[in-house]
């Protein structure tokens, strides 16, 4: 059996996909699969189970999908999956094309990824880790005893961005004394430029109990690393959506975006006063230089991610009495 699978070119959108490809795996194991993605996504799907070519789509122009299509069009495919709705996918030999369309209502995202395949439930987001990816975060993770914080600050426009203080206070009261994840270490995931944002959430608490992430791993393995966090919190960003593949509880802090279209999948989302409509009267094309998130307080984050870890809590086994 050979699937083809054509992945998001955004790689937050790919990782909300991620689960229809995973369900594919489970239940073809021994199909092989070739993956299309962007440079910035296809990375994501390196280790994915059965995997017999990963391609590099560089751009979007018809060059590219031409040269595409002269790569893929000698095989007849058992299965196509295109996500990114292209032209390419009913161009190739296949029994059978699964194609992403413009949904009839807004749904969300891992929803509507789920719908191409019509799953009888929405398939959660799941990436697969190599023994190498595994081996690179561990290393950098360490083995120290003690519940974890992630925090991923950084954000694709300055207008979902949660100022770093906030994300400080937030930080420090879950790690401090009373707190959740009392005596806990702080994980920081990002990117080179996201430093800057996270440059006062390293002083929640001491220097040894901070994992510096950021810059340092690449999104799979900043995935791997996130595996080993007790919680997460961030922004409507890709690392939100990377700690949700990794299973881990995940808090999103909104503003100017839609949570019900983002929101983490079986994790939580908080958002200030405002709605989406009043944010569009503001900045009607979304995308002007405003420090939007101004007016989520800190509290009802604290409040969140309390909850959110109380519910995610493992249950107590009770003693077998004989």
Request: glycine letters at 8%; proline letters at 7%; zero cysteines.
């Amino acid at each position: 059996m050979t699937i083809l699978y054509i992945a998001e070119a955004d790689p937050m959108a790919a990782v909300m996909s991620s689960g229809v490809l995973a369900q594919m795996v489970r239940e073809a194991p021994t199909a092989r699969i070739t993956i299309v993605g962007s440079p910035e996504s296809a990375p994501l799907f390196r280790d994915t189970p059965g995997l017999d070519r990963l391609i590099v789509l560089p751009g979007e122009a018809t060059a590219d999908w031409l040269k595409l299509w002269d790569r893929l069009k000698g095989r007849r495919w058992s299965v196509v999956v295109d996500m990114r709705g292209s032209k390419l996918s009913s161009w190739l030999k296949r029994e059978r094309r699964a194609i992403r369309t413009d949904d009839a209502e807004p749904v969300h995202a891992v929803e509507s990824a789920s719908r191409v395949l019509m799953l009888d439930e929405p398939a959660p987001p799941q990436l697969f880790f190599g023994d190498e990816v595994v081996a690179t975060a561990d290393a950098l993770v360490g083995d120290r005893a003690g519940p974890i914080l992630a925090v991923g600050p950084g954000v694709d426009w300055i207008g979902k961005r949660w100022p770093s203080e906030r994300f400080t206070k937030v930080a420090a009261s879950l790690l401090g004394a009373g707190g959740p994840l009392a005596g806990g270490r702080l994980m920081l995931v990002g990117r080179s430029e996201d430093r800057d944002a996270a440059h006062t959430i390293r002083f929640a608490v001491s220097r040894d109990r901070v994992i510096e992430l950021q810059g340092k791993l690449d999104l799979l393995e900043t995935a791997a690393a996130l595996r080993h966090a007790r919680l997460f919190i961030g922004g409507d960003s890709v690392w939100t959506q990377l700690a949700t593949a990794a299973g881990v509880p995940a808090l999103g802090i909104y503003g100017p975006s839609d949570e019900s279209l983002t929101r983490p999948w079986h994790g939580a989302a908080v958002r200030g006063s405002r709605s989406l409509e009043e944010f569009r009267v503001i900045d009607p094309g979304l995308n002007q230089h405003i420090q939007h998130m101004m007016d989520v307080p800190v509290e009802p984050v604290v409040a969140a991610a309390e909850t959110l870890f109380r519910s995610t809590e493992p249950p107590v086994l009770e003693p077998a009495h004989g």
